[in-house]
């Protein structure tokens, strides 16, 4: 009898306890379903509607997406967004883990100093960015202009660097690579610090220069952060607007559009928002299953070392 009531009461206790934690996580579980899980359930049921975002909403099936696939701006756009994306992977994070690990291998007094110059990028608006950008490229007195008339490079004047088609997308990726790169920079910094100083120690006494060093030791060790800034290039890349819109608006002929400015025009220039969303909803899906398949390598890292 006194075990079965001591269960009880341990239930009670259980059930009252098991109340509390839910009473602090209904604010929280209210503000994702609010502003998370309900947007995107009606940008899924709007994908399928022809509607103006306002009056009245007809449905018409596959019709959004059979069009935006049809569109030529949107296979553009999708190009343009995976092509982002293989740069940024392979060009950004080598350059960044090339700058993290000279700077941590060769220690200064000035480390401090340079993580801030690096991070620097990161901090600055996105709109700030991009007036610098049209500042430096800017055909008529851009930054690079300038300097090719006063050294009377003539063909360097020539070059129109964001109206060229061929050189417009290159020339907002070297942009997009300073403004991005701070914050791997920084991050690949900080787990390189954490490798122990006796595993370099013990390198350096066995033989290894410094290239040995960063290929056997520092790229295994810090794996695990490089794939996982793999995947934040990567879904970036996908999402990315606000940069190429606001330098370029994704000229010219559609040299620099992606899938973010093709749904921008879709739903607030053309007042399609049944096509927006179905863009939206491709861009969601191609980014979950991009993370879904990184994830499924970053969890399945080594034991050579834990990243932070």
Known sequence: MAVAQTAQRKKK????RLGFIALFLLPALAILVT??????????????????????????????????????????????????????????IPLAFFIAFTCVNFRTRLIGRLRGVYYLSNVLPSAITAML???IFSP????????????????????DWLGNPKLAFWSLFALATWAYMGFG?????????????????AALIDGANQWQYAWRVVIPYVSYAIRVQAILATVGSIKLFDLPYMVTLGGPRNATVTLGITLYREAFLNW??????????????????????QFSFVNDHSSTGESI
Not at 13 to 16: L, Y
Not at 279 to 288: D, E, P, R, T
Request: with cysteine.
């Open 133 to 135: 950008g049209v500042f």
């Open 35 to 92: 502003f998370m899980f309900y947007p995107i359930k009606e940008t899924f049921r709007l994908s399928f509607m022809r509607t103006s975002g306002f009056g009245e909403e007809i449905y018409v099936g596959w019709r959004n997406y059979q069009r935006i696939f049809s569109s030529p701006e949107f296979q553009q756009g999708f190009v343009n967004v995976f092509k982002w994306a293989f740069w940024s992977v392979a060009i950004q």
């Open 185 to 201: 920079i920084i991050y690949l910094m900080a787990n390189i610090e954490q490798i122990p100083s006796e595993i370099r120690e």
């Open 140 to 159: 008529t007195s851009g930054v690079i202009r300038t300097f090719a008339k006063s050294t009377g490079w003539k063909w360097l004047q020539s070059i």
């Open 13 to 16: 206790r259980d059930w009252a």
């Open 272 to 293: 399609q928002y049944g096509r927006g969303a179905a863009i939206g909803v491709v861009i969601f899906l191609i980014c979950l299953v991009i993370t879904i398949f």
